[in-house]
């Protein structure tokens, strides 16, 4: 193991840490905390595009939905290869932890009920999972986990394709397929917004920062996610509430709401005229969804239901 | 994809009267995930060149696709995205 100067060392050069003997405890810990965020979120939203999925228009687009899903789950199962190399136990992972204990983005735990809120999905989360992979892939200074990620960005790019495509041809289909599309897009923007985490201002120290797990600050991934969707939105006749200014000659994108506010899960719908706290949306996040036992227990109930009678020589 | 239609060998034949163009194509797989994005991208493509009116394209399975349909360039190029070939 490295002496912590010898570590710091290896970071600021911006060489690449390829086994556990060149790691501190620290950068272990910190590594494997990102590593269990992104299987989380990669694997949880399998079952939450699969509700959505089955809902498909057409057989051709079912079979999109469903090879999404497929991607989503490979994508998952690098994240846990990679722990599992690193120590972890992958089954107790995925099948032995509590529902609540799951690190993936709270909008994964509101339900989507339709083909066109499947879509939106695919063009905003997708996004922000595609700006915050981007990071890692370009920055990470973990040697494994960047090369893995050089599929897993391709692979991101079809489905935003399928999100993208399906929202403009909703748009344009007009009266109330449109109407469906913004209404899913009202409640799923900030959703998304609200990914990528607390603001800077709020978040004095970052530890994946300093030790190059990322490469960008939230904010700054808030804002690449905006520079993609708000324009995209905008192009097909979707409204969005943000816009873009120009603050001490830099372009920024602002929102036009308070940012945190009141949102109710059950009824899909914010509430712009009551702005909360960080601490209120921490309280929510960690209350968890209306989907997230349910979309749990999905995968962990049949493998112990399996591993059971298989014990039994049944 | 890193690789152009052609060269992974899955355009069967074209040809283009009065201004009308026909297309054979066939998918590497019946269950082509992205096989509405390739229709698409291949009719808005021809479209846009000169003199082009319509495109219409005929989705064929025989001969079925395989590997050995592919150029060598497509070859050369799904190699270098790491995909074994």
Known sequence: ?314 | MPVNLVDLGVIYGIAEHDGVVDVDLTFTAMGCPASEFILDDVRERLLREDGVSDVRINVVWDPPWTAARMTQAGREALEAWGLAV
């Open chain 1, 1 to 314: 193991m490295p002496t912590a100067a010898e570590f710091e060392k290896t970071i600021k050069s911006g060489e690449l840490i390829e086994s556990r003997s060149e790691m501190t405890p620290e950068y272990l810990r910190e590594l494997k905390h990102t590593l269990v965020v992104s299987g989380d979120t990669e694997l949880i939203s399998a079952p939450a595009y699969y509700l959505a999925a089955q809902k498909a228009p057409s057989i051709n687009a079912f079979m999109t939905g469903i090879a999404i899903i497929q991607d989503e789950l490979a994508h998952a199962h690098i994240a846990y290869h990679i722990l599992e190399e690193l120590g972890e136990d992958q089954e107790k992972l995925i099948f032995s932890r509590d529902p609540k204990s799951f690190r993936y983005p709270y909008a994964f735990d509101v339900p989507l009920d339709s083909w066109t809120e499947l879509v939106v999905a695919n063009g905003m989360y997708d996004q922000a999972g595609f700006c915050l992979l981007g990071d890692i892939h370009e920055k990470c200074s973990y040697g494994p986990w960047k090369r893995g990620l050089n599929k897993v960005m391709a692979e991101e790019n079809f489905h935003l394709r399928n999100g993208r495509t399906w929202m403009k041809r909703i748009s344009q289909a007009g009266g109330s397929a449109k109407d469906e599309l913004q209404r899913a897009v009202d409640w799923m923007f900030p959703l998304s917004v609200e990914w990528f985490g607390l603001p800077d201002d709020l978040k004095m120290h970052s530890t994946q920062l300093e030790y190059r797990l990322k490469g960008l600050t939230n904010d700054q991934l808030r804002q690449w996610w905006l520079s993609t969707v708000v324009p995209y939105c905008e192009q097909i006749g979707v409204k969005v509430p943000a816009h873009q200014e120009t603050q001490e000659g830099k372009d920024v994108w602002v929102l036009d709401y308070p940012f945190p506010c009141e949102f109710d899960a059950e009824e899909k719908r914010w509430d712009f005229s009551k702005p909360i706290t960080w601490d209120d949306v921490l309280v929510r996040w960690r209350a968890r969804g209306p989907r997230n036992a349910e979309m749990v227990a999905m995968f962990q109930e049949e493998f112990h239901k399996f591993r059971k009678t298989h014990k039994n020589g049944n």
